[in-house]
């Protein structure tokens, strides 16, 4: 049974720092490259942030770029979303998201609020 659960949200004041896990299970997590989206209330879900098959190559929405970093650990099956410098625009559910081709697995995701 495929899972992915995401994990670390909290409220966090402007400024702050969270990090972001997402365990996955079920699959093989070394062939899938792994994302981060968000959905604000009211707003469309986005891509933040996408790791490659071998964690050479990422990728970043414009909005987290020199802000947020991803990684993972592919002893421990996880990936990471290290996000500092968090603004109140930056509040929403966070999910994991896994894809190979066409298969494409979804977390339930983690709330991140960030206010003062």
């Known amino acids: 049974q495929v899972q992915l659960v995401e994990s670390g949200g909290g409220l966090v004041q402007p400024g702050g720092s969270l990090r972001l896990s997402c365990a996955a299970s079920?699959?093989?997590?070394?062939?899938?490259?792994m994302n981060w989206y968000r959905q604000a209330p009211g707003k469309e879900r986005e891509l933040v942030a996408g790791?490659?098959?071998?964690?050479?190559?990422?990728n970043y929405a414009e909005s987290v770029k020199g802000r947020f970093t991803i990684s993972r650990d592919k002893a421990k099956n996880t990936v990471y979303l290290q996000m500092s410098s968090l603004r109140t625009e930056d509040t929403a559910v966070y999910l994991c998201?896994?894809?190979?081709?066409?298969?494409?697995?979804w977390g339930k995701g983690t709330l991140v609020t960030v206010s003062s």
């Open positions: 079920g699959f093989t997590f070394g062939w899938y490259a």
């Open positions: 790791i490659a098959i071998n964690g050479g190559n990422t």
């Open positions: 998201n896994a894809r190979r081709g066409s298969m494409n697995y």
